[in-house]
């Protein structure tokens, strides 16, 4: 059974520092992994995805790392703003019992940037 | 362009009442899943539809929950005989689908439920 951990549970840091949250997952028989954005009340925001056969992704201030054989991904945030702040969530795009797609989330890293 | 809508935002209802959630996919998008949030669990994947193929419901948690999908568009997600660990925030999520994993799941705003 696919498990993702993110680590770590809760990050708190001053306006432009540099940051990486961590993404581990337990079977490397992944189709893709996402990272999403959630603001509290809200539904989420995806970020970045980087397909299985990839090795990284960049938007804009954000780049996310894939090393499927190791089962690990980070996500980088350079010069971090407050408008930054919120839960992000690492997730993997697995087979079902059913035969289709589903994806497995971690329980979020919830980020909180200082001014 | 519009984004994934739910409906309604929030629900109360009280135990043992049926309820019914709605989602309207983005225009084109062919794949449609449900999920749920909860505080112990986190996110969980519940169903998933493509198209007219019949739906892959390998993540019910109980046969009190059903969701149709009608004319490939608008799904219906169906609880009957609510209990308070139904409580959760459920979404809803589309994409396009040109092969499995290839392209990102978009997300609805959710629907907040509370079973009293």
């Avoid at chain 1, 059913?98 to 329980?107: I, M, R, T």
């Avoid at chain 2, 135990?15 to 986190?42: F, M, N």
């Avoid at chain 2, 046969?63 to 609880?79: K, N, P, Q």
């Amino acid at each position: 059974k696919q498990e993702v951990t993110q680590i770590p549970a809760a990050l708190s840091v001053p306006e432009g520092e540099n940051l990486v949250l961590n993404c581990s997952f337990t079977d490397s028989a992944i189709y893709n992994l996402q990272w999403f954005r959630q603001d509290p009340g809200k539904g989420l925001t995806s970020l970045l995805l980087i397909q299985s056969s990839q090795r990284e992704q960049t938007s804009g201030r954000l780049n996310a790392s894939l090393d499927k054989s190791s089962g690990r991904s980070t996500l980088y945030i350079a010069a971090s703003q407050p408008g930054d702040s919120a839960t992000y969530l690492c997730a993997v795009s697995v087979l079902t019992q059913g035969g289709s797609e589903k994806l497995v989330f971690g329980k979020g890293t919830k980020l909180t940037v200082n001014p | 362009g519009a984004g994934v809508s739910q409906s309604p935002s929030n629900k109360v209802t009280e135990k043992g009442k049926d309820v019914e959630l709605r989602c309207d996919p983005i225009s084109g998008h062919t794949a449609l899943y449900w999920y749920r949030q909860s505080l112990g669990q986190g996110l969980e994947f519940l169903i998933y539809f493509q198209g007219n193929s019949a739906p892959d419901k390998s993540g019910l948690p109980s046969d009190r929950f059903s969701a149709e999908r009608t004319g490939g568009s608008v799904s219906t997600l169906t609880i009957q005989r609510t209990q308070q660990e139904d409580s959760a925030v459920y979404l809803c999520a589309s994409s396009l689908v040109a092969g499995l994993g290839r392209h990102e799941q978009y997300f609805g705003p959710g629907t907040r439920l509370t079973v009293t």
